[in-house]
């Protein structure tokens, strides 16, 4: 079955630590693996996602196809980092939906 | 920057009422969806809806759902019925992509429905 883990539903950490969200996934073809965030009171918005393979706010995540895994990193979290994080799959049937996570509350400590 | 929107933002009915939820996708995309999530659990895909026609449903989407684009830019989610667990926040999207492709799919603020 397609499905996507994230096993932490929070994570805690002070300003300045590092971070890595956890993200495995489950999934027979190619999937493609996306990083959505939701600030408070502020809609999902898309953060990145393996194929561009760019960094955002500092942000970045690598898919691992052994490991079946796409962890979220971040050096130095900052307090604005604070919200709630998705990991999302497509790439299943034609229609690209998106299969999510159950998510991560990130919690930035100052 | 264009975004999607959703009205209401919170919408209360009682249990067997109907209720439509509007959504107003951005205005040159050509894939729109909606997905919910129940309070505490994670966002699950429900429908999308592509050439004026449904092009994929998950088993949430029963007979008591329904999907329409009544003009250029609404689209609407109907609940014949509503049941107590029908209550969630649910959730448009749209996307540029044409099938066979992926594109980064815009999200509405939700709209929170709570059945009595």
């Known amino acids: 079955a397609q499905r996507v883990t994230q096993p932490e539903k929070l994570l805690s950490v002070f300003k300045g630590a590092p971070v890595e969200l956890k993200c495995n996934y489950s999934?027979?073809?190619?999937?493609?693996l996306f990083w959505y965030v939701q600030y408070s009171r502020q809609r999902l918005q898309l953060l990145l996602r393996?194929?561009s393979r760019e960094s955002i706010k500092g942000f970045t995540a690598d898919l691992n196809k052994g490991e079946t895994s796409f962890h979220l990193k971040k050096p130095f979290a900052q307090e604005e980092d604070s919200a709630m994080y998705y990991c999302?799959?497509?790439?299943?049937?034609?229609?690209?939906?998106?299969?999510f996570g159950t998510g991560t509350l990130l919690a930035v400590q100052p | 920057e264009p975004e999607v929107t959703q009205t209401p933002s919170h919408q209360v009915t009682q249990m067997g009422q109907e209720v439509i939820l509007r959504c107003v996708p951005i205005?040159?995309?050509?894939?729109f969806y909606w997905y919910r999530q129940i309070l505490g659990q994670k966002v699950e895909f429900l429908v999308s809806?592509?050439?004026?026609?449904?092009?994929?449903k998950s088993e949430i989407f029963d007979d008591q759902f329904s999907v329409e684009r009544p003009d250029g830019s609404n689209f609407t989610l109907k609940i014949r019925s509503t049941k107590l667990e029908d209550s969630a926040m649910y959730f448009c999207?749209?996307?540029?992509?044409?099938?066979?492709?992926?594109?980064?799919?815009?999200f509405g603020p939700g709209t929170r429905l709570t059945v009595l």
């Open positions: 999302a799959l497509s790439g299943l049937g034609a229609t690209n939906k998106l299969i």
């Open positions: 205005s040159n995309h050509l894939y």
């Open positions: 999207a749209s996307t540029r992509a044409a099938s066979g492709s992926t594109d980064t799919q815009y």
């Open positions: 393996h194929i």
């Open positions: 809806f592509y050439n004026n026609e449904i092009s994929e």
């Open positions: 999934y027979s073809g190619s999937p493609e």
